[in-house]
């Protein structure tokens, strides 16, 4: 049942970081304040996100899988935390709203781009053994 929600709630996740991005670009462009709240709210919903699938990943034993499962996708999964973190760091430390904006959407999309390779990975056929 885990393994479920996990597994469609990945798509759910990818879908409401490519939006918050798409928002922080918005938001650049129009000059608006910056608040972090909706774009670290996009982060923890991805910390969430793995955190489920490290739940399913020592529950289900997954480290005796083909390696792009037991190694690949959860070495990706926890850099797009990283990534996106120390970037939105960045973002939270920057005065000025414009670069705040866009640093928070370089963030967001430096996550999105690791979580599509991760679900690519997880979704791929095995293909090393």
Known sequence: MLSVIHTWSAY?????VLAT???AYSQAKYAREFTPGRYVLALVALDVQVLIGFIVY???GFWDANPE????HPALALAALAGGH???RGAKATTNAVEAHRKAGKALIVAIV???VAIGVASAPPFLG
């Not at 499962?69 to 690949?72: E, G, L, N, P, V």
Request: aromatic share 20%; no cysteine.
């Open 12 to 16: 759910l996740v990818f879908l409401f």
């Open 86 to 88: 120390l970037l939105m």
């Open 69 to 72: 499962i037991a190694y690949f």
């Open 21 to 23: 991005s798409v928002t």
């Open 114 to 116: 690791l979580i599509t």
């Open 58 to 60: 020592a529950v289900g």
